[in-house]
């Protein structure tokens, strides 16, 4: 549950600046508060935790379709996610034939809803990206 910048730095200077800014990290109340913030919102990015491939019974990929719609909506890189879903093996419709989904994710995200959304992809001509 943390968010974090990705620092470059080419240069001693550049690392000195950036490390400085944790040298003295005091917290407000309303810092704390908002930092717990994460832990009640399942956000975007599953954590590949493979919990909830148990509970489906096609055994689809879950996490990396998961990881697809991370390029998809997180990075909107919609190449990326149409390249990844359609290297894996699954139908178009994966979990058009389940009434409901067993598969349950430990961050409360709608896995069947989001495995039908990036699966779309699949029926993309691969053209439409270049």
């Known amino acids: 549950n943390v968010t974090t910048a990705i620092p470059g730095f080419t240069t001693f200077d550049q690392l000195k600046e ?17 930092l717990r913030l994460g832990e ?19 055994a689809l990929p879950i996490p990396d379709l998961m990881r697809g719609y ?24 994966p979990c058009g034939s389940c009434d409901a989904c067993t598969a349950v994710c430990v961050k409360g995200f709608n896995v069947a809803d989001r495995v039908r959304d990036v699966s779309r992809l699949r029926t993309v001509p691969g053209d439409f990206f270049a």
């Open 40 to 58: 009640q919102v399942a956000g975007l990015y599953c954590q590949q935790c493979r919990h909830c491939v148990a509970g489906c019974p096609k």
């Open 18 to 34: 950036d490390w400085s800014v944790v040298t003295d990290l005091a917290l407000t109340p309303q810092d704390l508060r908002d």
């Open 70 to 93: 991370m390029y998809a909506y997180g990075y909107r890189n919609l190449q990326a996610a149409h390249e990844l879903v359609g290297s894996l093996e699954i139908e178009n419709d």
